[in-house]
């Protein structure tokens, strides 16, 4: 784990064409995303490649992954369940996934580019020719000491994607080994249903507890409310997936 120290960050939205400035705590990340191997001493998982990142993982089974570590290791668990809907205790200090503020400020390191290396140099990327994910950290670290941030994996984070167009739907950021440059960058933004599972989906694990219920590091329960009621026109380009009656 690395420790960030706060600040804060201005979050783009291009499809909706919004930008909003977001403040962030200090908070812990991890340098690495999670492993194969990492997964499988915490879930029954097989790991075939020990040191490449954990993938086809759900943003349900990420999460729950998150409070299986954190008992593992004596923390308090961070998320709560009732079936499918999920929680976060914020006052809790156990791991989770990192806000999509956090992501990006850790991301970021200070830079303020779509990259913050010459991307052959910090990401794999479709230019590579991959065809899987790669082993971490054989790519530049950012300044915060971070590996794979851009490239090799999407990584799950906490926030909903557009709650007023795709429901449930929850982020992933940072691009993957078969993303060409315009996708492998800090702001880009993409996502999917809690049980949607890629081969270039994993996650990175955070760490911090906050004393303000319903909202930390760019989060908000009530944001998250306000913009799934906004019955505005669909962004150019986006499907609305709505449930019957809505």
């Known amino acids: 784990m690395r420790r960030i120290r706060g600040g804060s960050v201005t979050l783009h939205d291009a499809r909706r064409k919004v930008e909003r400035v977001a403040s962030v705590d200090d908070f812990e990340i991890a340098a690495f995303p999670i492993t ?14 020990p ?8 943003w349900l089974r990420a999460v729950h992954f998150c409070n299986a570590a954190s008992e593992w290791e004596g923390l308090d ?13 914020v006052t809790a200090d156990g791991y989770r996934l990192p806000t999509e503020a956090e992501w990006e400020y850790a991301c970021r390191a ?8 010459p991307l052959a140099d910090a990401a794999w990327t479709s ?13 530049l670290p950012n300044l915060y000491g971070l590996f794979d941030t851009l490239g090799n994996v999407w990584e799950w ?14 982020v992933f950021r940072g691009g993957g080994f078969a993303d060409d440059a315009w996708s492998v960058r ?4 993409r996502g999917g249903a809690p049980r949607t599972a890629q081969d270039d989906v994993g996650l990175r694990v955070a760490r911090g507890a906050f004393d303000t219920p319903g909202e930390a590091q760019g989060w908000s329960e ?11 026109p669909v962004p150019f380009g986006w499907t609305p997936l709505r449930r019957p009656g809505r």
């Open 36 to 49: 194969e191997e990492q997964l499988a001493e915490i879930l029954p998982i097989p790991s075939r490649h």
């Open 51 to 58: 040191r490449r990142p954990a993938v086809e993982l759900s």
């Open 77 to 89: 668990p961070v998320y709560r369940f009732d079936g499918e809907v999920v929680a976060w205790d």
């Open 110 to 117: 200070g830079s303020t580019g779509p990259h913050y290396a």
């Open 127 to 139: 230019a590579d020719g991959v065809s899987s994910a790669q082993d971490v950290g054989s790519r």
């Open 157 to 170: 984070c906490w926030d909903l994607l557009d709650p007023a167009r795709y429901d449930d739907y929850r």
């Open 186 to 189: 800090a702001s880009v933004r």
């Open 222 to 232: 009530l944001a998250d409310r306000e913009r799934a009621a906004f019955d505005g």
